[in-house]
């Protein structure tokens, strides 16, 4: 995102119209997509785009700096999609703060051996595989889904997601781990299949 | 996976999938993938997903109505 950076903080704060329009085409694509990973529908994602641009015009004027913008919009924009989720799953305390029991186990090994990296591009992207892509990252605790489409999707560094998350470094390369060795789990089990399926069919 | 050397190599994947290894480490590891089949498989098949997961997301963009309604919204339209 560090190229994107090359905004006048000064002429967003006096609310420069062109200024605030270039800052939304710049983040309105990673914020919704933010939306869609953590919510699972257009719908929603519409909304935290819309409520995450109304705060950070309203905040803007005391928008100090202290970290980049691009991370202060992506730590908006987590605040309000968690928001919308705990409306809709208010069972689901949140998340990001419930403690560390997670981090202090040790790391299962993984258990997918089988390389199938040589499947075609087409085959690893055809829509039911896009479908097992969506379906794996839902199906992993949020606290470890947010550090993942953080830093592996949308390709902060791990400290703009420290700061983004409000978690340590450590914290943050810690649940990156585990969240890619479950998703390595996950799609392995999918994938290794359509590569039996190659060897017995040819 | 039961080898010690693998279990070293899972502490370090994470800085070794993103470069940030030391670079002595980040040599052994490699002395280690290339007789173990196993650690290749799951450095190879981790930074795919990694790459998949990037492919899919650089598709998703904002839908055009959903654009309009949100600079309605901000009072930004032209």
Known sequence: ?202 | MADQDCRHLLAALGDYIDGTLEEQICRELERHMAECQNCRVVVDTMRKMIYLYQVEASEEGVPAEARQRLFARLNLDV
Do not use: H
């Open chain 1, 1 to 202: 995102m560090s190229e994107k950076e090359t905004f006048s903080l000064e002429a967003l704060q006096r609310r420069d119209r062109q200024e605030m329009a270039r800052l939304v085409e710049a983040f309105s694509t990673p914020v919704y997509r933010l939306g869609l990973k953590i919510l699972g529908n257009p719908q929603d994602a519409e909304d935290v785009l819309q409520s995450t641009f109304l705060k950070v015009f309203e905040a803007l004027p005391s928008f100090e700096g202290r970290s980049s913008l691009s991370t202060w919009i992506y730590r908006i924009a987590v605040n309000e999609a968690l928001m919308i989720l705990r409306k809709r799953r208010p069972e689901i305390g949140l998340a990001l703060d419930d403690g560390n029991e997670d981090e202090e186990e040790p790391l299962s090994p993984p258990q997918a051996m089988i390389d199938w990296c040589c499947l075609p591009e087409d085959e690893l992207l055809s829509s039911e595989a896009r479908r097992v892509l969506d379906q794996a990252i839902r199906k992993l605790p949020e606290k470890l889904r947010l550090v993942f489409i953080l830093r592996d999707i949308e390709g902060l560094s791990i400290q703009e997601t420290a700061e983004a998350l409000g978690l340590s470094e450590t914290n943050v390369k810690t649940r990156l781990l585990r969240a890619r060795l479950r998703l390595r789990e996950m799609l392995s089990e999918y994938y290794e299949e359509r590569v039996r399926e190659k060897q017995i069919y040819g």
